[in-house]
């Protein structure tokens, strides 16, 4: 089970934390992604961060903006994000899946319920 949370009404330029706390097991041999979906739109990838945290991997729009990590001890995963604009406002859901490239393809073994993140311009 994933839960998010850190999500809220910003403005533009300001930066977010989301968290997400994982009760699954083996959870340090999960990768972790971040995806986001705004109305009327499909859900997209953003982020992700692999199994012990050494790499990562963006979509190209957050990249250098956003960061994502990984806390093995504390069964956490966070986005970190700067800089944000309108066109970031969106539900971001968690996801955790043991293989990588499923993962940054989209399908996931593990999701949260979302936490929504609102860009005021």
């Known amino acids: 089970r994933l839960v998010e949370s850190g999500g809220g009404l910003v403005q533009a330029g300001d930066s977010l934390r989301l968290s997400c706390a994982a009760s699954?097991?083996?959870?340090?041999?999960?990768?972790m992604g971040w995806f986001r979906q705004a109305p009327g739109k499909e859900r997209e990838f953003v982020a992700a961060?692999?199994?012990?945290?050494?790499?990562?991997y963006y979509e190209p729009s957050v990249k250098g903006r956003f960061f994502a990590s990984k806390d093995n001890v504390n069964y956490m995963a966070y986005l970190q994000m700067n800089s944000l604009k309108p066109e970031d406002a969106a539900i971001y859901y968690c996801?955790?899946?043991?293989?990588?490239?499923?993962?940054?393809?989209?399908?996931?073994?593990?999701w949260g319920q979302g936490t929504q993140v609102t860009v005021s311009s």
């Open positions: 996801a955790a899946e043991s293989n990588w490239g499923r993962l940054v393809a989209g399908p996931a073994e593990y």
């Open positions: 699954i097991s083996f959870f340090t041999s999960y990768n």
């Open positions: 961060v692999d199994w012990n945290g050494h790499n990562d």
